[in-house]
């Protein structure tokens, strides 16, 4: 994976029993299927309820990624969760301002709900009068509401405060994906630690 940066899987089943080999075979492809679809109707039901100041939209996607994943589209400046082959929920992002791009793909490793943000050298660096630590809640906390952490240096997807919801939709992040509160809390509740981020340009 290629950085320049330092910001901060699926319920089974075993209820198959005694079949022959390929009765077993069978099954297994047809309770895939309809797991799968269980899970997609689930997100585009979810997505097409009343949504009032949230950025997100049921749209046409194609990817081969697994639902549940998340592609990051840099230069559209939108997170997209895959919903099925075709579909997938899209949320208008901050992205990695200049000098802080990256792509590659990584995993969710943890989730949080308002949680504590240590600013990162680069940004102590940048921003000398912050503080050590910026307790979860805080309206100064730029995690915002919910945080993502992904499985590679100190970037996550988040929110944001009240000050910066003026940047969501532009490159204006340290490396990481940057969501209005009321989408991240969406997202948050759609997706699993595990889960595959890939990242684009």
């Known amino acids: ?47 097409l309820a009343p949504q009032a100041a949230a950025a997100r939209e ?15 589209s840099e230069h559209e400046r939108k997170l997209y969760l895959i919903v099925d082959q075709d579909d997938a929920i899209a949320y208008k992002v901050a992205v990695p301002k200049a000098g802080k791009e990256w792509s590659g793909v990584v995993q969710i490793n943890a989730k949080f709900v308002a949680p504590d943000w240590t600013p ?20 100064n906390n730029p995690m ?10 100190q970037v996550a997807i988040h929110g944001t405060t009240q000050k910066m919801r003026k940047s969501i939709g532009s490159a204006a992040s340290y490396g990481c994906i940057r969501m209005l509160n009321e989408d991240v809390v969406d997202l948050y509740d759609r997706v699993a630690v595990g889960a595959t981020v890939v990242v684009e340009p």
Not at 11 to 30: D, G, H, Q, V
Request: glycine share 8%; net charge positive; aromatic share 6%.
């Open 58 to 72: 049921f749209v046409h996607y194609h990817s081969e990624l697994d639902p549940g994943s998340i592609v990051v």
């Open 144 to 153: 915002g509401a919910r945080a993502m952490t992904l499985s590679e240096g």
């Open 120 to 139: 990162p050298e680069d940004v102590k660096h940048d921003h000398p009068e912050l503080p050590e630590v910026i307790p979860g809640g805080a309206s």
């Open 1 to 47: 994976m290629r950085r320049r940066t330092e910001c901060g899987r699926r319920l089974f089943y075993n209820a198959l029993i005694e079949t022959s080999n390929i009765e077993r075979k069978t099954m297994n492809r047809r309770t895939s299927k309809i797991t799968q679809f269980a899970f997609a109707a689930a997100l585009i039901g979810a997505a």
